[in-house]
């Protein structure tokens, strides 16, 4: 072959239509009450794990932690993807990581999505709780037991005390009050101000009658050794039954403290953040969890990469500027200082 003839091959062959692969086609699966990413993942791609990779590198997507009655998820090779389709029922599939999901096997759906009546509510069932964190206003409202009946040190049940009172005309015979032992100072993780204190739940104490200067009270309970000196913050009692209930704002803060007192966080954990009923934070809002994005070594330009997402949580009290999340999933380590966003959608 010349190199004439040669040349003019190579243009024919750069010239012709680059070839198309044929196009990958899904099958379509139809979200039916109770179904889970968790339980689709395992199901179809048998990696119940798959769902937190779709979530977390996808930031385009606002929360596929929850998946819609009549929803239509795409089922490829390998993968999931959710169809862009408004569903038929505003009430979310029960959260996985509360509620065991369908495992059942069986053809796929293929048939446009069947009409399904919503639930009237969601729940999620939180099995962890109690006092771990409260803000320097907490502490400077506090009431402190300062002395009691006899010269015993150690308190317990049944021991009546005698309670210093910040507001002494407010106290009121029969209010239940947490006894707490303070610990920790906590700072802000982004302004560095102080914001309050890790404390351990001594007990609790009833208020039996108020005298002059101070209020008499018995102690209900003991968790641990009671000294004077005891701080009390009003008793709020643990909602083991939380509502979810859908935010229209969105509202960011950041997470500024543990129950445990632990660096390291992940599913179940119980967390506070910096923001509450003055945000517009309500019970049984969800909040996606998220931190920056770091640039890879090969990047070519210094803009800023959307967040990386790696759990969400539910409200399950709140105050003025606090409340406090329990996590449902994580994907990665929580860390305090992480940033957390209602989710709106």
Known sequence: MTLRKTILLLISLLLLPLSTPAAESPQIYTVKKGDTLWGVSQRFLKDPYYWPNLWSNNPEIPNPHFIYPGQQLAIYDGRIEIVATKPESDTPAIPDAVFTPDEATGSVAI????????????????TSGGIGFVTVKDIENAGRIIDAVDNRIVL?????????????????????????????????????????????????????????????????????????????????????????????????????????????????????ADIGAAAGLEKGNMVNISRPRKTSDASIADLKLPDVLIGVAVIVDFRETTSTLLVLKAVDNIFVGDRITTITD
């Open 111 to 126: 048939s446009p999505p069947e009409t399904i009546q919503p639930e009237e509510e969601a729940t999620i069932i939180s």
């Open 156 to 272: 317990g049940p049944e021991d009546t005390v005698f309670i210093e009172m910040n507001d002494l005309d407010g106290a009121r015979t029969g209010t239940r009050y947490a006894l707490l032992e303070i610990g920790e100072k906590f700072r802000h993780p982004v302004t560095k101000r102080t914001i309050g204190y890790h404390v351990i739940q001594l007990g609790e104490v009833e208020i039996t009658d108020v005298h002059d200067e101070v209020a008499s009270g018995k102690i209900l309970s003991s968790n641990r050794e009671i000294f004077r000196g005891a701080i009390l913050i009003p008793y709020q009692q643990v909602d083991r039954e939380i509502t979810l209930k859908r935010q229209t704002r969105q509202i960011s803060g950041y997470l500024i403290a543990s129950l445990r007192g632990n660096s390291s966080l992940g599913q179940f954990d119980i967390v506070y």
